[in-house]
């Protein structure tokens, strides 16, 4: 492996500050940013917890944390918060932040390392909400996205209630809410139309518009690999930016044949698909009022007008769900949590 280490490694894009932008120019390393940050305390607001603590068995806690459950339960077990569901179909168990001290004005944001279980059959929310009494989940619906408030919400879920069991990057306020469905896959059961302009697989159950502004990636023996970004979908046709009949139209490597494999993703499969009790980061960085998502250090999805206004106050939120007949404990155990921002007001 190369000699990449803090002394060498670039600034990620989760943790850029104005006042890093400022140290790079100076020539300081990561480690020299890292090491400023801890010790430049009228720079930066934090707070790290490693869940070697109590376990969270009150509705507030020592002011840091509001508890949220049913007849699940949030236990801390060798150093890490555990959100434990009980076996029936969407029972919960999950946490808030205790305040509203995080904003976008501020480039607030939010890391944790989790790995859930059971992904069978349960729901995991991670990210950010706008009320500390929390709900019972965040979105109700995955699919088409219903909410449980309208307060806003910015968030990582992961639902075996919808159609794709899949990360999705999710945003919410009273006037736009949007997902990235982060990655999908199949066959198409017939190519473009005669304009290049259409895709379909008559095998899908896309839900409407869940797919616009994403890459879909088409191979099939014999054609060139091609892409196209999708401007609408709706259950089994995904519409391109047109062409004619003469040209490719999206195309950016000619048109893909009949029966293409296809793609449609922000991230690799791997950063997209939870696999039990396998530990990843997921960051959720807010800029002003535009929302970057990340796992393990890899951007998967941004979300413009993901808050209402880049001054409302958020806390972090942490879920887990059963979902299903037959459902077992959903759990998602949080090794740590940590959030960041400037103290002062920079977007």
């Known amino acids: 492996m190369a000699n990449t280490t803090l002394l060498t490694q670039k600034v990620p894009r989760h943790a850029y500050f104005r006042e890093a932008g400022a140290g790079i120019l100076r020539g300081q390393t990561l480690f020299d940013q890292l090491l400023w940050a801890e010790l430049n305390r009228d720079a930066y607001q934090q707070l790290f917890d490693d869940f070697d603590g109590n376990t969270i068995t009150t509705s507030l806690v020592d002011d840091r944390y509001t508890l949220k459950n049913d007849t699940g339960a949030v236990t801390m077990a060798a150093g890490k918060a555990v959100l434990a569901s009980t076996a029936s179909d969407d029972k919960y168990a999950g946490f808030t932040g205790g305040d509203l001290a995080w904003k976008g004005n501020r480039n607030c944001m939010m890391q944790v390392k989790a790995a859930p279980t059971a992904i069978t059959k349960s729901k995991f929310e991670i990210g950010f909400t706008g009320i500390v009494a929390g709900n019972a989940g965040c979105v109700n619906a995955i699919d088409d996205p219903t909410w449980t408030a309208a307060e806003d919400t910015v968030i990582f879920c992961f639902d075996t209630d919808g159609s794709v069991d899949v990360w999705q990057a999710m945003a919410y306020n009273s006037a736009a809410p949007k997902k990235r469905v982060l990655y999908t896959s199949g066959t198409a059961a017939a ?157």
Do not use: M
């Not at 999708?230 to 046709?237: G, K």
């Open 191 to 347: 190519g473009t139309s005669a304009e290049h302009d259409t895709f379909t697989d008559t095998g899908a159950a896309f839900v409407t518009n869940s797919l616009a502004g994403q890459r879909l990636t088409c191979t099939l023996a014999g054609h060139p690999v091609t892409s196209a970004v999708v401007l609408s979908n709706n259950a089994t046709v995904l519409t391109l930016p047109a062409g004619d009949t003469n040209l490719r139209g999206g195309w950016d490597n000619g048109i893909p044949g009949d029966e293409s494999a296809y793609v449609i993703a922000n991230a690799p499969a791997a950063l997209t698909i939870p696999v039990a009790a396998q530990y990843n980061t997921y960051t959720i960085k807010i800029e002003g009022t535009t929302a970057l998502f990340y796992i393990n250090g890899i951007q998967v999805a941004k979300i413009p007008a993901a808050v209402s206004a880049a001054t409302v106050g958020l806390t972090p939120w942490l879920f887990a769900q059963a979902r299903g007949d037959g459902a077992v404990n959903a759990i998602l155990s949080v090794d740590y949590l940590w959030l960041l921002q400037s103290r002062s007001a920079t977007a």
